[in-house]
Nanobody, 123 residues
Framework: QVQLVESGGGLVQAGDSLRLSCAASGRTFSTYTMGWFRQAPGKEREFVAGISWSGGTTYYGDSMKGRFTISRDNGKNTVYLQMNSLKPEDTAVYYC????????????????WGQGTQVTVSS
């Protein structure tokens, strides 16, 4: 089983870009489907993006399409989330997660989670 550590969060202004990273331990990273989720204060955790084990298939939440890009480097055991044109409503704790099997968008279908990284977008 992998362990996940997110990084790259911070305070930015609306319209700025930010790239989050999620580093995984373990030799089996390349076999996992990876996902990014976020949780804003007082709200449920929300699916942001997912990527297949090979990187060949990606899937995005509706409000992120066209602004966010998920990618992975299996040689570095890392998955990335490039976020462009950030808005104040993107403010949340961002989590990466791993699962075996195909792409899914439900939180309950991911078995391994990182500790999260805070992203704050000021207006």
């Amino acid at each position: 089983q992998v362990q996940l550590v997110e990084s790259g969060g911070g305070l930015v202004q609306a319209g700025d870009s930010l790239r989050l990273s999620c580093a995984a331990s373990g030799r089996t990273f390349s076999t996992y489907t990876m996902g990014w989720f976020r949780q804003a204060p007082g709200k449920e955790r929300e699916f942001v993006a997912g990527i297949s084990w090979s990187g060949g298939t990606t899937y995005y939440g509706d409000s992120m399409k066209g602004r966010f890009t998920i990618s992975r480097d299996n040689g570095k055991n890392t998955v990335y989330l490039q976020m462009n044109s950030l808005k104040p409503e993107d403010t949340a704790v961002y989590y990466c997660a791993a699962r075996t099997g195909g792409l899914r968008s439900r939180e309950s279908e991911y078995s391994t989670w990182g500790q999260g990284t805070q992203v704050t977008v000021s207006s």
